[in-house]
């Protein structure tokens, strides 16, 4: 149920952010998501188009996602280089001290509606 509780978050946060703004119904749901959470994007569309039913204000919403690489940072070299989940080693000095930098959010980045 990962993607299940992820969909519940989204629907939460875009009734905030169209309330905020005025919106009455929102068209397009643009969401960014890291691939160190291994979200599964057609399962999180299914969560999501289910869950927009109970919405009037999101019931025509598409929802649009965008995967975003693992970057991780080498604490020792400095280097920035594209990571798979679960396997973080710098590609210049072989370190596996680093820190993810991009990829470890998720997160809505746009919506669209009126
Ligand atoms: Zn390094």
Redesign the pocket.
């Given at each position: 149920m990962h993607e299940g509780s992820i969909s519940q978050n989204i629907v939460e946060e875009v009734k905030k952010i169209a309330i905020m703004n005025s919106l009455s119904k929102v068209y397009e749901i643009v969401v960014v998501c890291g691939k160190l959470h291994s979200v599964i994007p057609e399962s999180l569309k299914f969560f999501f188009d289910i869950m927009k039913k109970e919405e009037d204000m999101l019931i025509d919403a598409n929802l649009i996602i965008k995967e975003e690489e693992i970057i991780a940072k080498?604490?020792?070299?400095?280097?920035e280089f594209l990571s798979e989940v679960n396997f973080f080693k710098?590609?210049?000095?072989?370190?596996v001290r680093?820190e993810i930098i991009k990829g470890n959010h998720i997160f809505i980045s746009s919506i669209k509606g009126e």
């Amino acid at each position: 149920m990962h993607e299940g509780s992820i969909s519940q978050n989204i629907v939460e946060e875009v009734k905030k952010i169209a309330i905020m703004n005025s919106l009455s119904k929102v068209y397009e749901i643009v969401v960014v998501c890291g691939k160190l959470h291994s979200v599964i994007p057609e399962s999180l569309k299914f969560f999501f188009d289910i869950m927009k039913k109970e919405e009037d204000m999101l019931i025509d919403a598409n929802l649009i996602i965008k995967e975003e690489e693992i970057i991780a940072k080498c604490l020792d070299c400095g280097r920035e280089f594209l990571s798979e989940v679960n396997f973080f080693k710098c590609p210049d000095c072989g370190s596996v001290r680093n820190e993810i930098i991009k990829g470890n959010h998720i997160f809505i980045s746009s919506i669209k509606g009126e």
